[in-house]
């Protein structure tokens, strides 16, 4: 249930400990012959551990935020503050490591590599961080089982469904157990069934401490997270709090609207669902 939907613009500019990042005031300009403010004064805070979505029409700012939050890009004034590093102070190639290392994203189109397994692809990530071969190849193999993937380790992302190379892209993104997790409309090229198995993995990593940022235009999917924050025109309309999201501790069951997250009941879902799009294919 909705509560708190005034103009409040999040939870203070605090850096310390508690915030996975804090944007104060933020203005992005880009001169595109007129100017076009894609973001005008943005002050937001992400609690450390918070599962955050980002709601607004096309063109209200969403990209170029979850682009800034994701050490992608610079704003044109302010303070974007990531982990606690100011992203506006570090340099192309401090921004560049701060992202690989403490930022996971999870993307639309999976963005895999398509001559990688499912293992190769979720242990890239450590492999730019000088990780050795064994140490991020267990790694890779412990976040696939987490994710329900622990049979499919050695294929290809064409050998898989679109569920299973969301959930590739997942592990992928907390390969290298990242300060906070963006997902761009993770659920836009799934069926409505797979995108509830993606979307109670999301659950069930928050709820193992995971900061989760997702970026929707789907009500449905924003309603899984703790807070919505609306954007129009490049500003926060409102923020949106949402209650009974999460599992009742020790009950495997959701309270209000939101998701079941019970790791078994939720793998047990996922394993029938994949042998009947397994029968489908061989069909």
């Not at 012959?33 to 599962?51: K, Q, T």
């Not at 170029?64 to 570090?90: F, Q, R």
């Not at 129009?232 to 949402?242: F, H, K, S, T």
């Amino acid at each position: 249930m909705p509560t708190g939907t005034g103009t409040d613009t999040g939870t203070g500019t605090e850096t310390g400990e508690g915030t996975a990042v804090t944007l104060e005031n933020v203005r992005k300009i880009y001169q595109l012959g007129e100017p076009v403010h894609a973001l005008d004064g943005v002050s937001l805070s992400i609690p450390r551990g918070s599962y955050t979505a980002i709601m607004g029409p096309s063109g209200s700012g969403k990209s170029t935020l979850m682009n800034l939050v994701g050490c992608l890009d610079t704003p044109t004034e302010g303070t974007v503050i990531v982990d606690g590093k100011d992203v506006t102070a570090l340099s192309e190639r401090e921004r560049t490591r701060l992202r690989g290392t403490q930022v996971g994203f999870v993307f639309q189109t999976f963005n895999l590599m398509p001559r990688l397994t499912a293992l190769e692809n979720v242990a890239l990530p450590q492999t730019f961080q000088g990780v050795g071969r064994d140490e991020r190849r267990e790694r890779a193999r412990d976040l696939l089982a987490r994710v329900g993937l622990a049979d499919r380790e050695d294929h290809l992302p064409s050998e898989l469904s679109g569920g299973q190379r969301q959930r590739v892209a997942l592990a992928r993104a907390l390969v290298n157990d990242p300060a906070l997790v963006l997902a761009d409309e993770p659920s836009g090229n799934l069926d409505t069934d797979t995108e509830a198995d993606v979307l109670d993995l999301f659950a069930e990593f928050h709820d193992a401490g995971t900061t989760m940022v997702v970026v929707t235009h789907e009500r449905h999917v924003a309603e899984r997270a703790e807070r919505i924050v609306h954007l129009l025109d490049g500003r926060i309309e409102r923020i949106e709090e949402l209650e009974g999201v999460g599992v009742e501790a020790g009950s495997g069951t959701a309270s209000g609207s939101g998701p079941t997250t019970d790791p078994e009941r939720s793998r047990e879902s996922r394993d029938g669902r994949e042998n009947r799009e397994d029968s489908a294919d061989r069909s």
